[in-house]
């Protein structure tokens, strides 16, 4: 973890923004930790940093975080880093959706960024151009590490799969304009960020809202560490709700009842102009539209996707 980060994070259990985590390192080169912990002087809970990777979340996310299927299996790593970057190897049919998500940073800020569900890293970067500093979060290992090997090795090579257990290497630099060293990565909880409140200038929940167990309190989460002036959020998601991964109760759209009843786009925009609701200080809706994102699975499998953005700013 590298140590620019020490100060900047608290547990995510007391979320008490006033404590921040105190660094007991084991191993350390001059600007990361390698080996040791963080530790909460108000609860003593120790949150680990392995290799470099901080896991900075509270005990019932654990089982998330270890599971080896979903996002931190081998297959969703080679789909995510060809959806990331295949435009930096000339992948035949890469998608240009991440440049079209990191156009809504256009202006440069003073400040940090956050990018919430960031995956292998690719949006974290591009907030690097018009930031201090950017930080992505993620629940998955292994889309963590990757990122990481990314920010140190400024390029990319991996095994992209072509069908079944057929891989074939892929590689290339990234783009030397991302500011490597102004980026950092660490596993953390969309629901329970280990940052202080108004931490952050801008902040990005991308394809993310419908994939946690309560999206209402992600929002919240988001809101908490937004500035309480001048913030940008830039939110986007496809809204392909499903009962296998939350409770329609708890859905923000895709249902004919309930507070939530009609689209999700519609309700979350509805959401950002109300000044009662988890937007607070409320928010003012600069851009909308929608990108068209792709995720190549196999040579002969891929996902377009919809998602649906907006990007909001409080003054
Ligand atoms: C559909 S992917 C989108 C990733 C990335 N934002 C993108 O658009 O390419 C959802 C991401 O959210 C992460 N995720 C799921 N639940 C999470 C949680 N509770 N906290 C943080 N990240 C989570 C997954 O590991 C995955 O990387």
Same mark, same amino acid.
């Not at 003593?44 to 654990?62: D, N, W």
């Not at 500093?133 to 095994?159: M, N, P, W, Y």
């Not at 102004?182 to 952050?200: G, K, N, T, Y």
């Given at each position: 973890?590298?140590?620019?980060? #020490?100060?900047?994070?608290?547990?995510?259990?007391?979320?008490?923004? !006033?404590?921040?985590?105190?660094? %007991? *390192?084991?191993?350390?080169? %001059?600007?990361?930790?390698?080996?040791?912990?963080?530790?909460?002087?108000?609860?003593?809970?120790?949150?680990?940093?392995?290799?470099?990777? /901080?896991?900075?979340?509270?005990?019932?996310?654990?089982?998330? #975080?270890?599971?080896?299927?979903?996002?931190?299996?081998?297959?969703?790593?080679? &789909?995510?880093? @060809?959806?990331?970057?295949?435009?930096?190897?000339?992948?035949?049919?890469?998608?240009?959706?991440?440049?079209? @998500?990191?156009?809504?940073? $256009?202006?440069?800020?003073?400040? @940090? /960024?956050?990018? *919430?569900?960031?995956?292998?890293?690719?949006?974290?970067?591009?907030?690097?151009?018009?930031?201090?500093?950017?930080?992505?979060?993620?629940?998955?290992?292994?889309?963590?590490? +990757? /990122?990481?090997?990314?920010?140190?090795? =400024?390029?990319?090579?991996? $095994?992209?799969?072509?069908?079944?257990? #057929?891989?074939?290497?892929?590689?290339?630099?990234?783009?030397?304009?991302?500011?490597?060293?102004?980026?950092?990565?660490?596993?953390?909880? +969309?629901?329970?960020?280990?940052?202080? &409140?108004?931490?952050?200038?801008?902040? &990005?929940?991308?394809?993310?809202?419908?994939?946690?167990? $309560?999206?209402?309190?992600?929002l919240a989460e988001a809101n908490r560490v937004m500035h309480e002036k001048e913030a940008r959020f830039l939110f986007?998601?496809?809204?392909? @709700? $499903?009962?296998?991964?939350?409770?329609? /109760?708890?859905?923000?759209?895709?249902?004919?009842?309930? +507070?939530?009843?009609?689209?999700?786009?519609?309700?979350?925009?509805?959401?950002?102009?109300?000044?009662?609701?988890?937007?607070?200080?409320?928010?003012?809706?600069? !851009? =909308?539209?929608?990108?068209?994102?792709? #995720?190549?699975?196999?040579?002969?499998?891929?996902?377009?996707?919809?998602?649906?953005?907006?990007?909001?700013?409080? =003054?």
């Amino acid at each position: 973890m590298k140590k620019w980060l #020490i100060g900047a994070l608290i547990c995510p259990q007391c979320r008490d923004s !006033d404590i921040v985590l105190e660094p %007991d *390192i084991h191993t350390q080169t %001059d600007d990361e930790i390698i080996e040791g912990r963080l530790v909460c002087s108000q609860c003593s809970q120790a949150y680990e940093i392995h290799e470099g990777i /901080a896991v900075v979340v509270p005990e019932q996310t654990l089982p998330m #975080i270890q599971d080896a299927t979903g996002y931190n299996s081998f297959s969703m790593l080679s &789909s995510y880093l @060809w959806s990331h970057y295949s435009e930096f190897f000339n992948g035949p049919d890469a998608t240009d959706a991440y440049q079209r @998500w990191a156009r809504t940073f $256009d202006a440069q800020r003073s400040g @940090w /960024a956050l990018d *919430i569900g960031c995956a292998v890293g690719r949006l974290t970067f591009e907030m690097t151009r018009t930031h201090d500093r950017a930080v992505g979060v993620d629940t998955s290992i292994s889309f963590v590490r +990757a /990122a990481r090997e990314l920010a140190e090795r =400024k390029q990319l090579a991996f $095994d992209l799969i072509m069908e079944g257990q #057929i891989t074939e290497k892929r590689s290339c630099d990234l783009d030397p304009a991302f500011g490597f060293d102004q980026a950092e990565f660490i596993v953390a909880d +969309a629901m329970a960020l280990p940052f202080p &409140s108004r931490r952050f200038a801008t902040v &990005s929940s991308v394809n993310i809202l419908e994939k946690v167990p $309560d999206p209402l309190r992600h929002l919240a989460e988001a809101n908490r560490v937004m500035h309480e002036k001048e913030a940008r959020f830039l939110f986007s998601d496809p809204f392909s @709700w $499903d009962e296998t991964v939350n409770s329609p /109760a708890l859905w923000l759209g895709g249902t004919n009842e309930g +507070a939530f009843n009609g689209f999700g786009m519609d309700n979350i925009c509805k959401l950002f102009q109300d000044p009662e609701s988890v937007f607070s200080p409320g928010f003012t809706i600069q !851009d =909308k539209g929608q990108v068209l994102w792709k #995720i190549r699975k196999t040579r002969n499998l891929w996902e377009h996707i919809t998602s649906q953005f907006v990007v909001a700013e409080r =003054k």
